[in-house]
């Protein structure tokens, strides 16, 4: 099974970029599709986006779309969420999360393997 660990948060001013990466390890990551969630204190998991490799199918939740950017490097088991234009409603937990199903779902409950998370604070 996949093991996933994010890294790249941090603490940052409204309008900057951050990058998480998500590294994979223990099976081949283009085996799976990958979910990215954030979870705000208090809040339930929410979906942020996905990506399918086998469609290249891409999608994102309306709340970052034009402004968050999923992409992956199979060769390096790694995926990608590029965040832009920050707010401070974007301040979470954030997670990456995989799936065997190639079946497109925005449903916390339909990924099998979870990252840690890593925090992404947005300060105004």
């Known amino acids: 099974q996949v093991q996933l660990v994010e890294s790249g948060g941090g603490s940052v001013q409204t309008g900057d970029s951050l990058r998480i990466s998500c590294a994979a390890s223990?099976?081949?990551?283009?085996?799976?599709?990958m979910g990215w969630f954030r979870q705000a204190p208090g809040k339930e998991r929410e979906f942020v986006g996905s990506?399918?490799?086998?469609?290249?199918?891409?999608y994102y939740a309306d709340s970052v779309k034009g402004r968050f950017t999923i992409s992956g490097d199979n060769a390096k088991n790694t995926g990608l969420l590029q965040m832009n234009s920050l707010k401070p409603e974007d301040t979470a937990v954030y997670y990456c999360a995989a799936t065997r199903s190639w079946v497109v779902t925005t449903t916390p409950g339909s990924y099998e393997y979870w990252g840690p998370g890593t925090q992404v604070t947005v300060s105004s």
């Open positions: 990506i399918y490799w086998t469609t290249s199918g891409i």
């Open positions: 223990g099976d081949t990551f283009s085996r799976y599709s």
